[in-house]
Nanobody, 118 residues
Framework: QVQLVESGGASVQAGGSLRLSCVASARAFSNYAMGWFRRAPGKEREFVAVISPSGGTYEPDSRFAVSRDNAKNTVYLQMNSLKPEDTAVYYC???????????????WGQGTQVTVSS
């Protein structure tokens, strides 16, 4: 089981930037795809980004960029030009395949709150 701990959430004004971090406990971190998801109040969980073990990425929203440092067991989510609708709890997750399907991820962090004010 991989333990994941997110950090970096904060309250920012619209147009600002944040970088979230997620540190994994497992030595096998470099073998896992790492996804970022979010859940806004009253809404379903939403896929944000994913990165493969080798660094290939998929981010539907060009304001967001995912990266990883396998030497540090850490994955990052850089978020730019933030909007109030980006307000949510952001979660990282580890899984065996690169996919936006949350059901394919086997470990999840506890989440970090991002609040964007207008």
């Amino acid at each position: 089981q991989v333990q994941l701990v997110e950090s970096g959430g904060a309250s920012v004004q619209a147009g600002g930037s944040l970088r979230l971090s997620c540190v994994a406990s497992a030595r096998a971190f470099s073998n896992y795809a790492m996804g970022w998801f979010r859940r806004a109040p009253g809404k379903e969980r939403e896929f944000v980004a994913v990165i493969s073990p080798s660094g290939g990425t998929y981010e539907p929203d060009s304001r967001f960029a995912v990266s990883r440092d396998n030497a540090k067991n850490t994955v990052y989510l850089q978020m730019n030009s933030l909007k109030p609708e980006d307000t949510a709890v952001y979660y990282c997750a580890a899984g065996p395949v690169v996919t936006p399907d949350a059901s394919q991820y086997f470990s999840w962090g506890q989440g970090t709150q991002v609040t964007v004010s207008s």
